[in-house]
């Protein structure tokens, strides 16, 4: 099996009155010319995910609350006009007529727009979990083959630089 294409795994979410928008693999990308800079942003980015996906869970549990709000709402005007008109209804029909009410629907469908926000996020998160343990893992690799680290490459072009501008 190849590779989960996550290019076409964009993010949107709002926070507040702004709104963030990103590409999924461009966030988990590494730089495995700068492991450095790599594992320094890494703590970072794990925390904007755990926030984004913890607003987008609370959203969500808002979304259900309003859901159980509106069907309230809706079984009491059904209720009203039934006695009003004398007019009993099983519970079964008040039931499929707050469930086909445009309120309810709309309610629902929010609330299953917020949940599927939260489970991406959520496992978004999950990945930046996944990209510490794999930058952890090329980090220690990288050292273990001799490969100098970014900071000792920056040494070596300093003193490059200082050379040829000496010798000049």
Same mark, same amino acid.
């Given at each position: 099996?190849?590779?989960?294409?996550?290019?076409?795994?964009?993010?949107?979410?709002?926070?507040?009155?702004?709104?963030?928008?990103f590409n999924l693999a461009d966030q988990l990308?590494?730089?495995?010319?700068?492991?450095?800079?790599?594992?320094?942003?890494?703590?970072?980015?794990?925390?904007?995910?755990?926030?984004?996906?913890?607003?987008?869970?609370?959203?969500?549990?808002?979304?259900?609350d309003n859901i159980d709000v509106i069907e /309230? @709402?809706?079984?009491?005007?059904? $209720? %009203?006009?039934?006695? #009003?008109?004398?007019?009993?209804?099983?519970?079964? !029909?008040?039931?499929?007529?707050?469930?086909?009410?445009?309120?309810?629907m709309k309610a629902k469908e929010e609330y299953?727009?917020?949940?599927?926000?939260?489970?991406?996020?959520?496992? /978004? @998160?999950?990945?930046?979990?996944? $990209? %510490?343990?794999?930058? #952890?893992?090329?980090?220690?690799?990288?050292?273990? !083959?001799?490969?100098?680290?970014?900071?000792?490459?920056?040494?070596?072009?300093?003193?490059?630089?200082?050379?040829?501008?000496?010798?000049?």
């Amino acid at each position: 099996m190849k590779g989960l294409d996550l290019g076409v795994v964009d993010i949107t979410i709002k926070l507040g009155k702004k709104t963030h928008s990103f590409n999924l693999a461009d966030q988990l990308n590494i730089n495995k010319d700068d492991i450095n800079t790599e594992l320094m942003d890494q703590p970072g980015k794990f925390a904007w995910f755990g926030v984004l996906a913890e607003v987008a869970h609370i959203k969500a549990l808002i979304r259900k609350d309003n859901i159980d709000v509106i069907e /309230a @709402k809706i079984d009491r005007v059904i $209720r %009203k006009r039934a006695r #009003a008109a004398e007019i009993h209804k099983p519970e079964k !029909q008040i039931e499929k007529e707050i469930n086909r009410h445009e309120e309810v629907m709309k309610a629902k469908e929010e609330y299953y727009d917020a949940k599927r926000d939260a489970s991406i996020l959520f496992v /978004a @998160k999950k990945a930046f979990e996944q $990209r %510490k343990d794999t930058l #952890a893992s090329l980090s220690v690799n990288l050292r273990g !083959q001799g490969l100098p680290s970014d900071f000792e490459l920056e040494n070596l072009k300093h003193k490059y630089k200082k050379g040829r501008s000496s010798k000049h």
